[in-house]
């Protein structure tokens, strides 16, 4: 699936997932599941929570116990394959990486979309965080229904 | 009339040359860089994305500002590195002499060593109407859009889903233009699949085992026919299928540029693996012609992440040679060597360390 349309099975994904319960904070779920040289996600992070080791090559592993859900790996990614999940009562909370111009704004409302890219949902901009530090790949954190815990994974402007 | 004379000259000013003059700046050896374009930094200088890679290669850094860094390393060496820009070498001859060509100026040149750092360029397609206004290689594309400010065309199909095409289509997509589809003719992806994701959560599919049959337009692109391909690569009858588009990038991979090594009877041997014909070398990265080294992809088709690396190993070893080694030669070395093989330790780098094996003789081919 995953090696012919760049779409990873629903398997993968949960795979990349903390337990159950866990999601109270943001959690940085990373979607990289090949072996790549690349480590800046675990340099990156100041919580020791990702882990890759000597072989660059190795796929990130997260200690979601360390994990604070911060975010600098989400656009330290050169992949952009990390996004952060928080669950709260009655919705969920991502942090996704988002590289294009004009950036969404906090209080507007954009399409929530799949990783196949269709649209699934409308979700709400909470906050968008782009300063020099970011080298331009903007942190926007969203508010997304409960049902698309597996499904949302970007945004779309309302056209 | 004299003739004017470097200890070392480094043909090629993108990563690898770079790496090769500052560190044979640093080991003492003054370097001459002779670029062909007007700006030094090779393709980094269109690479908009974060590199991958280990900080040491400046991994999460953009490919333009890595170019920013490598530059900066040369300009601070000012007193140790001469650059020629606007400048190429359209001559090398058996006694250590080269001609370059500046403007309409012929001047020959003389060196002791020799680093040839030319990189490597775009395979092309052969298919029908291949030649119509439109179809543009992929590395072209970047350059026009990334360097110059260009749109290639309002649709675009690519063809080929290795890093560059996956790359450029997701670089086109944000300058606005519309891809359509990616193409590619094995049965899977060739890049990293992040990439693909990325292109995939945009909207954009990639169609495995499809591939061009023809162009098609009066004067200029108008639309494509596509097949489908079966598992001997061969077009499957009825399966075609038209897509309409002004625009059709072209990434089916790049070989290495060893034309002046051709040129002076440097032994050369076909690697598919290392993208074509490549100079054969030994471990300090020497030619089979006694003081003419290579770094970067013109022995080896890589990402510029192992060309950096090349060339600070390379200009380390040039400058041994020349009797200035480095005071921190040992452990450098040592870095060096374990970065290039972390670099090409996992799936996608084990072409290329088969590559270099056969290059070698250390492994057979069928």
């Given at each position: 699936?995953?090696?012919?349309?760049?779409?990873?099975?629903?398997?993968?994904?949960?795979s990349?997932?903390p337990?159950?319960?866990l999601?109270?904070?943001?959690k940085?779920?990373?979607?990289?599941?090949?072996?790549i040289?690349?480590?800046?996600?675990?340099?990156?992070?100041?919580?020791?929570?990702?882990?890759?080791?000597?072989?660059?090559?190795?796929?990130?592993?997260?200690?979601?116990?360390?994990?604070?859900?911060?975010?600098?790996?989400?656009?330290?990614?050169?992949?952009?394959?990390?996004?952060?999940?928080?669950?709260?009562?009655?919705?969920?909370?991502?942090?996704?990486?988002?590289?294009?111009?004009?950036?969404?704004?906090?209080?507007?409302?954009?399409?929530?979309?799949?990783?196949?890219?269709?649209?699934?949902?409308?979700?709400?901009?909470?906050?968008?965080?782009?300063?020099?530090?970011?080298?331009?790949?903007?942190?926007?954190?969203?508010?997304?229904?409960?049902?698309?815990?597996?499904?949302?994974?970007?945004?779309?402007?309302?056209? | 009339?004299?003739?004017?004379?470097?200890r070392?000259?480094?043909?090629?000013?993108?990563?690898?040359?770079?790496?090769?003059?500052?560190?044979?700046?640093?080991?003492?050896?003054?370097?001459?860089i002779?670029?062909?374009?007007?700006?030094l930094?090779g393709?980094?200088?269109?690479?908009?994305?974060m590199?991958?890679?280990?900080?040491?290669?400046?991994?999460?850094?953009?490919?333009?500002?890595?170019?920013?860094?490598?530059?900066?390393?040369?300009?601070?060496?000012?007193?140790?590195?001469?650059?020629?820009?606007n400048?190429?070498?359209?001559?090398?001859?058996e006694?250590?002499?080269?001609?370059?060509?500046q403007?309409?100026?012929?001047?020959?040149?003389?060196?002791?060593?020799?680093?040839?750092?030319?990189?490597?360029?775009?395979?092309?397609l052969?298919?029908?109407?291949?030649?119509?206004?439109?179809?543009?290689?992929?590395?072209?594309?970047?350059?026009l859009?990334?360097?110059?400010?260009?749109?290639?065309?309002?649709?675009?199909?690519?063809?080929?889903?290795?890093?560059?095409?996956?790359?450029?289509s997701?670089?086109?997509?944000?300058?606005?233009?519309?891809?359509?589809?990616?193409?590619?003719?094995?049965?899977?992806?060739?890049?990293?699949?992040?990439?693909?994701?990325?292109?995939?959560?945009?909207?954009?599919?990639?169609?495995?085992?499809?591939?061009?049959?023809?162009?098609?337009?009066?004067?200029?692109?108008?639309?494509?026919?596509?097949?489908?391909?079966?598992?001997?690569?061969?077009?499957?009858?009825?399966s075609?299928?038209?897509?309409?588009?002004d625009?059709?990038?072209?990434?089916?991979?790049?070989?290495?540029m060893?034309?002046?090594?051709?040129?002076?009877?440097?032994?050369?041997?076909?690697?598919?693996?290392?993208?074509?014909?490549?100079?054969?070398?030994?471990?300090?990265?020497?030619?089979?012609?006694?003081?003419?080294?290579?770094?970067?992809?013109?022995?080896?088709?890589?990402?510029?992440?192992?060309?950096?690396?090349?060339g600070?190993?390379?200009?380390?070893?040039?400058?041994?040679?020349?009797?200035?080694?480095?005071k921190?030669?040992?452990?450098?070395?040592?870095?060096?060597?374990?970065?290039?093989?972390?670099?090409?330790?996992?799936?996608?780098?084990?072409?290329?360390?088969?590559?270099?094996?056969?290059?070698?003789?250390?492994?057979?081919?069928?």
């Amino acid at each position: 699936m995953l090696n012919k349309t760049g779409v990873p099975t629903l398997e993968e994904i949960k795979s990349r997932f903390p337990k159950k319960g866990l999601l109270i904070k943001h959690k940085a779920i990373t979607e990289c599941y090949e072996e790549i040289p690349c480590n800046p996600c675990a340099t990156s992070c100041p919580f020791n929570a990702i882990h890759i080791g000597e072989d660059i090559n190795t796929p990130p592993k997260v200690d979601f116990n360390n994990c604070v859900g911060c975010g600098i790996c989400v656009y330290s990614c050169p992949g952009l394959a990390i996004f952060t999940v928080e669950e709260h009562s009655d919705h969920l909370r991502f942090k996704i990486p988002f590289e294009f111009v004009p950036y969404p704004k906090q209080g507007e409302t954009w399409h929530g979309v799949n990783r196949n890219g269709d649209i699934i949902t409308n979700v709400d901009i909470l906050k968008v965080s782009i300063t020099e530090k970011y080298d331009k790949t903007a942190l926007i954190e969203v508010k997304v229904d409960k049902e698309f815990i597996h499904d949302f994974v970007t945004i779309r402007r309302i056209t | 009339m004299f003739m004017k004379h470097f200890r070392l000259i480094i043909i090629g000013g993108g990563p690898a040359g770079l790496s090769a003059a500052k560190i044979a700046a640093e080991s003492g050896v003054k370097s001459l860089i002779i670029e062909r374009d007007f700006k030094l930094g090779g393709q980094l200088v269109k690479q908009t994305h974060m590199f991958f890679g280990s900080e040491k290669q400046y991994a999460k850094t953009r490919g333009i500002n890595i170019a920013k860094i490598l530059i900066n390393d040369v300009e601070q060496n000012i007193n140790m590195i001469t650059v020629m820009k606007n400048t190429t070498v359209v001559g090398l001859y058996e006694d250590n002499v080269l001609t370059v060509l500046q403007g309409e100026t012929y001047t020959k040149i003389s060196f002791d060593s020799l680093v040839v750092a030319t990189g490597a360029s775009e395979k092309f397609l052969a298919f029908e109407n291949n030649d119509l206004p439109g179809i543009y290689g992929a590395g072209a594309v970047q350059t026009l859009m990334n360097v110059h400010g260009v749109l290639p065309g309002e649709k675009v199909v690519m063809i080929g889903s290795g890093n560059i095409g996956l790359i450029v289509s997701y670089q086109l997509l944000q300058a606005g233009v519309n891809v359509l589809k990616v193409l590619e003719a094995a049965p899977t992806i060739g890049g990293y699949k992040v990439h693909a994701s990325k292109l995939k959560r945009l909207g954009v599919d990639i169609l495995t085992n499809h591939s061009i049959k023809k162009a098609i337009g009066k004067d200029k692109l108008e639309k494509i026919l596509v097949s489908e391909l079966d598992d001997k690569w061969e077009f499957i009858e009825g399966s075609e299928f038209e897509i309409e588009t002004d625009a059709l990038c072209i990434s089916v991979g790049l070989s290495p540029m060893g034309n002046l090594l051709s040129m002076i009877g440097a032994e050369m041997k076909y690697i598919s693996k290392l993208g074509g014909l490549v100079p054969v070398i030994d471990h300090h990265h020497e030619t089979t012609i006694k003081n003419i080294y290579v770094a970067g992809d013109v022995c080896g088709v890589e990402e510029a992440s192992s060309a950096i690396v090349e060339g600070y190993l390379t200009g380390l070893l040039v400058s041994e040679r020349l009797g200035f080694r480095h005071k921190d030669f040992d452990n450098l070395y040592d870095d060096y060597n374990s970065q290039l093989d972390n670099l090409r330790s996992g799936p996608f780098g084990v072409r290329t360390l088969e590559g270099l094996q056969e290059l070698r003789g250390e492994r057979n081919v069928k």
